[in-house]
């Protein structure tokens, strides 16, 4: 099977199986820049040509001001208006001590010991994600979809397990309970090499400057974890989904 077919068929076996999209949905799209958001939002604005389910696409770029992680916005725009989606850009920042607290007061407390500093990562994550949810209430969305990937949820589930002592992972669907939004990823079934060889054959642009701190978190350790694993059994991959979908964290209706 051709890689393009592959990667379509593997999206909408995912839209079907976790049931991501509903008639009349409006979905946002988090667009970081990235060939897997990239890639989703060509392949949602396809979709949507298909009108089975009806539903509408925006996206969002959020720009941190104070972390040197860049995306050609000139590019963003050209690639969204060539899709027919509207793009919507906006520019946050975050000082670590302010954004620490009120990352830890928005957290359903654990324990009554001290919390640990939060990593840079987590602290500019949560704050682009704000954003997400906020421009997603504003212009009346009931859905953001996030470019995440198989190996994205499997490295999750890994990092969760070896450092945080429990076995979950990113949803491909997770209904939020605070607000009307439900967070779904539609390029779980798809393996990050297959979308970096298609984002190569579409000769996607890359990221301008990347995050400094992208190769300094658990998440890499995680990664080069399950490549080991891999390793030891070439079948891994199927083990460890299997037994996520067989413990019911793969979706939250």
């Known amino acids: 099977m051709k890689l393009e077919e592959r990667l379509w068929k593997q999206f909408n076996k995912a839209l079907g199986q976790y049931q991501l999209i509903d008639d009349g ?65 906006v520019t946050t920042r975050f000082e670590p001590a302010v954004a620490e607290e009120a990352a830890t007061r928005s957290a359903i407390p654990s324990s009554g010991t001290k919390q640990k500093q939060k990593p840079t990562c987590f602290l500019c994550s949560w704050h682009r994600r704000k954003q997400l949810f906020n421009v997603a209430q504003e212009l009346g969305c009931t859905k953001i979809a996030l470019g995440h990937h198989q190996d994205d949820i499997i490295h999750t589930a890994l990092m969760n397990l070896v450092f945080q002592g429990h076995f979950s992972t990113m949803p491909a669907r997770l209904r939020m309970r605070k607000m009307p939004l439900t967070i779904i990823r539609p390029l779980c079934l798809c393996r990050e090499d297959d979308i970096r060889q298609y984002a190569e054959s579409r000769h996607y642009e890359k990221q301008l400057k990347h995050c400094p701190y992208e190769h300094a978190t658990n998440r890499t350790a995680a990664r080069q974890l399950f490549e080991h694993i891999q390793q030891l059994n070439t079948e891994a991959r199927y083990c460890l989904w299997n037994a996520l979908e067989a413990d019911g964290r793969l979706a939250d209706y």
Request: aromatic share 8%.
């Open 25 to 89: 949905d409006h979905i946002l799209v988090g667009l970081s820049g990235g060939k897997d958001s990239l890639m989703l939002l060509e392949f949602l604005a396809r979709r949507v040509k298909i009108h089975v389910p009806r539903f509408t696409v925006s996206a969002l770029h959020v720009r941190m001001g104070n972390v040197s992680y860049e995306t050609d916005t000139s590019y963003l725009q050209h690639f969204c208006s060539s899709a027919g989606v509207p793009l919507h850009i």
